[in-house]
């Protein structure tokens, strides 16, 4: 008989209760309202969405990142893995228990990501940092990754989609640098999306990372630019 999930930490956020759960020694949970968010038993494509965006930019001398979202940290770890030594990493996260939860029980999953000294964390709107970025330092980002609870759907069609829509993906392409890389997880692929990457002048790869199971969906873009 599987262990029950214990809570080990909760807050009260506008969309409802956030919570840290655990089972046995190793299996964490993070719901809000109930739902989940993330499972620490799988997260293949989590892992996939660091490691491909972070390999094609691991020639670079000094490749800068900028991930949107933390969770458990586990998109961070398959970065910094596929990263230099002199790489720099900047993590968004606008909510600051995560990154406690990152340095405290969480930290074992992912043999302490967060004091790599390669990492700096923001406390912040990804989408806010990548607008100010595309408005004051065109093309700091050589990889820009998305690994938000939601990816792109049919509810973030609209054209002002603070992640997805169409201006948003101009100004995350204005904040890459020529060539760079645009990675976004999504739960399926969404034709929609794809189009309005292609518009922004991105090419890209759908990628479906695992065999069997649910297989969570990974989009590889990178900048036609320079």
Known sequence: MAQPWQTIDSVYTPDGVL??????????????????????????SEIALGELACQAVSALPHPRVLIGGLGMGITLRAALDALPAHARVIVAEINPVIADWCRGPLAELTNNAMNDPRVAIE???VSALIA??????AGQFD???????????????????PFYG???????????????IFAVWGENSDAKFEKRL????????????GKGGLRHVV???RSRKG
């Open 19 to 44: 919570e840290l759960r655990k089972r046995g020694k190793r299996d964490f949970l993070i719901t809000i309202g109930g739902r989940v968010l993330m499972n620490s038993s799988a997260s293949r």
């Open 123 to 125: 406390l912040a709107d």
């Open 132 to 137: 100010q970025t595309a408005e004051t330092s």
């Open 143 to 161: 990889a820009i990754i998305i690994d938000l609870f939601e990816g792109p759907h049919a509810a973030t069609h609209a054209k002002n989609d």
């Open 166 to 180: 169409s201006q948003a993906l101009a100004k995350t392409h204005t904040a890459l640098s020529g060539g760079g």
């Open 198 to 209: 292609d518009a922004a002048g991105f090419s890209y790869e759908r990628l479906r990372p």
């Open 219 to 221: 989009y590889l873009a």
